[in-house]
Each structure stands twice: as structure tokens, then as C-alpha cells.
């Protein structure tokens, strides 16, 4: 397990200038000790999604993939291997080969929107064939790709054990297409096709699969999810991962700015809200059973995250939609408690924001009058 450190300043006035000193980090002279730094603060990391790909400002999912893909190379080339890319049709597909450009620095294949486990298979399957064992196969998608149109193939893949690392970037919606609901989207959450109208507005409550623990059912050798929000540990699990064999499951939130109608500035902050109120718990898993939780240090209330996106914007006005918002609440508990997500010594309470009123412990949430406003 990994856990996360507070990194904070504090002045100290020296001859006329304010010097600031990191308190709290793995920092020794004001330096990061170089066995915690990350795969991302080297200069001699990969770069394998390079510059010139057309993301979104803020997109998670661009985020979510350099780092996932330079961190499975590296684990690749430290074995005396290389690796090969599967891309299921997608956002991420999109904004990254607009023919005739690429923004892609390894082997890289597109497959169709619901075939990319499939195709994976193929190519670990031609490397056996051709004893090529030091060339590892890594099959990315979206939610659409993944959780609906691909789930077949996938399960496919597992039950099969395939030498495949497949890996879900998890913006909960068809993002690509206009925004659409996919098994991935949570309740309550406003989309093009589960519109902010009627009694129930927004997504419905009890539909959607919850595929990290349908992975975990089929008792493949790692499942595991992350965050964007928190790049050691997903740094760490991916490398894991890749020193693995067989079929291997990595489930990444990737908030997305534009489909859930948040500031691109928030990206990180919003993937961070989402583990830290419960809603996304983040864990590992291997042959059916749970290794390891990152526990929740500070619990916020699940206000916190939705008050920064418009897709929840109806749940706050005209007026609070109280029961709503406590069926998420709910929702949040039930992770806790599913994974033991409190239940460490350096776990921390939900405490009282003197400055706002709000139970926060991250800071002062945005009031609803700084929150993105409805369209």
C-alpha cells in the first residue's frame, strides 16, 4: 500500500527575505529523495502520448494514459522487453491519431470500439506463436469501450487468461459522442440521455456495472483500481501489474472537464474529492481477494464532489435535493464499509470548516455560488 503525504510552507523570515521550507514530504534539503520521486518528474521518462495530441484542457484521460503507458514501458524495458498498445475507439483514440498524425511513441494499434480485449488477445497470442516472450501486450479503452460495447470480450479475455494488461480510463460517460450515459455512469448524474427532467432527474439509481469487482469474480491474478489523483500509486500498481502474467484489470477515474461540466483546473482535485468522500474506493486485488485499500486519511461528505460539477447541478437547485444527495451519501457509506476504508490508525474524521461551515477537511469547498453554473 501507498499512502499520501501532506506537503505544506511555512515562512521564515532571514535577513530581510521569506524563505519557504517543505514540511511533511519526503524532502531532505528541500529536495525530493529520488527513491520516492515519480516515473513523470524524470527526464528520461518515455513520453509515449507526446505533445500535439488534441485533448480537452484539463482531460483526465490524456493524463491517465502518459502516465499508465510510460510507467508499463518502463517496467518493460527494465526486463529486457518493450511493449505493444491495443487502443479501443474512443476519446482517447480520437484526440490522439487524427490521421495522418500521431501522437503516440510505441507500438500502437486501434482496434474497433468493442473488440480492443479481442484484438489484444490476437497480438499476445502472435508474439507466443512467434516466441517473442520479451514483447508484453497493454489493451486500453474507455467506460463505452469497456463497461457496455466490449464487455463481452473482456470477460472473454479473463476467462481465457490472456497475457493481456487491460486498462479502463473511467470518465463515465460516452464523452466522444456527445455525452452519452454508459454503464459507467453514476446515479443521479445529468448526461444527453439521462436528462436533468421529471421526478427522478438524471441517471438512474441501481443500473450500471461495477466491473473492478466483475473482474475480481472471474479470480484473474490483479485487478486494481486508481486515480489521476494520486500518480505514485498508480505508478506503482501498473508496475506491478506489468511484472505479472496473464490477464490483468486496471480501473482508472478520469474526470472529464467538458462531460461533467467542472473547470479544468479541477481535474485532479475532483479525481481526489471522489476517493476521499468514499464514492470511487480505491483498492487491489488478486485472485478474487482484496490485498490492500488506500484508506480515506480525511472522509468528506459527498457534497464536496458533486457541488464542482454541473451534470449535478440540479441536485442543488432550485433547491437542495436533500434525499437525493443522501441516497449518494449512501452509496459512499456502503464502500467504506465494504473495504474497510476507515477502519486505519491515520484515518481522520470528517471536521467542521470554521471558515465556511462546511464538513470538509480539504480545504473550503466551493460554494454553490462559485460552482459552475447550468448552461
Known sequence: MT???????????????????????????????????????SRERNNTLTSGHRACQG?????????????????????????????????????????????????????????APAVATGVAAGLRAK??????????????????????????????????????????AYMNTGVQRSGATPPAARTA????????????????KDVPRIAMAHEI??????TVADLHDLERKVTYAMGLHGPRYIHVLVPCPLGWGAKSS??????????????FPVFE??????????????????????????????????????QTIGRLQALADRNIRRYGLLGHPDAVPVLNDEATGATSTLGARADLNDAPKED
Open 221 to 226: 491474478p490483479y485487478v486494481a483500481t486508481a
Open 3 to 41: 499512502t499520501s503525504t501532506t506537503v505544506t510552507t511555512a515562512p521564515q523570515q532571514s535577513g530581510g527575505r521569506t524563505r519557504f521550507y517543505q514540511v511533511g514530504s519526503f524532502a531532505v534539503g528541500n529536495r525530493l529523495l529520488p527513491e520516492v520521486r515519480s516515473l513523470q518528474s
Open 131 to 172: 516466441g517473442r516472450d520479451d514483447i508484453r501486450v497493454v489493451a486500453q479503452g474507455g467506460d463505452g469501450g469497456t463497461v457496455d460495447i466490449g464487455f463481452g470480450c473482456l470477460s472473454g479475455m479473463f476467462e481465457r487468461g490472456d497475457d493481456v494488461l487491460y486498462v479502463c480510463y473511467d470518465n463515465e
Open 266 to 279: 479541477h481535474t485532479v482535485r475532483i479525481a481526489r474529492l471522489a476517493v476521499e468522500s468514499g464514492l
Open 285 to 322: 486485488a488478486e485472485h478474487g481477494e482484496v490485498t490492500g485499500v488506500s484508506p480515506i486519511r480525511r472522509q468528506v461528505p459527498v457534497e464536496d464532489y458533486l457541488v464542482l460539477q454541473r451534470r449535478f447541478a440540479h441536485l442543488f437547485r432550485p433547491t437542495k435535493d436533500e
Open 59 to 115: 482531460c483526465g484521460e490524456a493524463l491517465g494514459a502518459r502516465y499508465v503507458l510510460d510507467a508499463a514501458t518502463a517496467a518493460a524495458e527494465r526486463a529486457g522487453g518493450s511493449l505493444v498498445t491495443v487502443n479501443a475507439t474512443g476519446c482517447l483514440e480520437v484526440f490522439s491519431s487524427p490521421y495522418p498524425e500521431s501522437a503516440w511513441r510505441l507500438p500502437w494499434l486501434h482496434s474497433l470500439f468493442g473488440n
Open 193 to 208: 440521455t439521462t436528462q436533468a427532467v421529471g421526478d427522478a432527474p438524471g441517471n438512474v439509481f441501481g443500473q450500471g
